[in-house]
């Protein structure tokens, strides 16, 4: 059975006056300062709380083998 594949999500702007709901989303995420990083598995959950905060975040896949 193959690995689920794994998403580098990084802040990049500050979630200073942004809407309640964009700064529960970043905390839920695991992320709340700029530059933080956190390594996800590829969801629908997690794709659509990376949509409400698009703006906030970069994604890059992370290649197989190298995520934990």
Not at 44 to 67: C, F, T, Y
């Given at each position: 059975?193959?690995?689920?594949?794994?998403?580098?999500?990084?802040?990049?702007?500050?979630?200073?006056?942004?809407?309640?709901?964009?700064?529960?989303?970043?905390?839920a995420?695991?992320?709340?300062?700029?530059?933080?990083?956190?390594?996800k598995?590829?969801?629908?959950?997690?794709?659509?709380?990376?949509?409400?905060?698009?703006?906030?975040?970069?994604?890059?896949?992370?290649?197989?083998?190298?995520?934990?």
């Amino acid at each position: 059975m193959s690995e689920p594949k794994k998403i580098k999500i990084t802040q990049i702007r500050s979630v200073i006056e942004r809407p309640y709901p964009q700064k529960r989303t970043i905390k839920a995420l695991g992320l709340g300062k700029i530059r933080k990083s956190v390594v996800k598995t590829d969801t629908p959950q997690i794709r659509g709380m990376i949509a409400k905060v698009q703006h906030l975040v970069s994604v890059e896949p992370v290649p197989e083998g190298s995520a934990r």
